[in-house]
């Protein structure tokens, strides 16, 4: 993974979802991610474009 990464917190609240919703993602492969040091981080890339189609995000982003 690239340095550019972020925790899963940090995705949490750039995507307006529960923190719990993602860890499910990334466990189930559906998001990508990497556990550094026991905790897991989500490239920036990927975090972007799992954000762009997620259906939640899109709705939040058209409603502003």
Do not use: C
Request: net charge positive; glycine share 6%; hydrophobic share 35%.
């Amino acid at each position: 993974m690239t340095q550019n990464t972020i925790t899963v917190p940090m995705a949490a609240r750039k995507a307006g979802v529960i923190v719990t919703y993602l860890y499910q993602l990334l466990a189930s492969g559906k998001l990508k991610g990497e556990k550094v040091d026991g905790r897991w981080v989500i490239d920036e890339t990927d975090f972007q474009r799992w954000q762009s189609t997620h259906k939640f995000y899109r709705k939040a982003k058209e409603e502003q």
